[in-house]
């Protein structure tokens, strides 16, 4: 079981940007890097979605409903993955989780709207 702790999320206004990060602070260097990091979100009463996904070699892959406004990166030295978001809607309201090798962190809110 991986240790993953998201974080970043909270209230934004539409058209807005947040920051997400995810920790796994108690794995080593060597085992993170090579490691594919996945961001999700759900909704209540709906099915948990991917939203980016990122290898350990760089590729990236996006959910068509935030190409062109989601980044996924990942700092391997830290440990830690992101997600930047930008132009932010209500659609995007939603509980994101980030999840490596099955495990899942416990899932930071994030809120769009005024």
């Known amino acids: 079981q991986v240790l993953l702790v998201e974080s970043g999320g909270g209230l934004v206004q539409p058209g807005g940007s947040l920051r997400l990060s995810c920790a796994a602070p108690?794995?080593?260097?060597?085992?993170?890097?090579?490691?594919?990091i996945a961001w999700y979100r759900q909704v209540p009463g709906k099915q948990r979605e991917m939203v980016a996904s990122?290898?350990?070699?760089?590729?990236?892959t996006y959910a068509d409903s935030v190409k062109g406004r989601v980044t996924i990166s990942r700092d391997n030295s830290k440990k830690k993955s992101f997600l930047q978001m930008n132009n932010l809607s209500s659609e995007d309201t939603a509980v994101y989780y980030c999840t490596m090798e099955g495990s899942w962190g416990q899932g930071t809110q994030v809120t769009v709207g005024s």
């Open positions: 990122i290898t350990g070699g760089g590729t990236k």
């Open positions: 108690r794995m080593i260097f060597s085992v993170f890097q090579p490691k594919t």
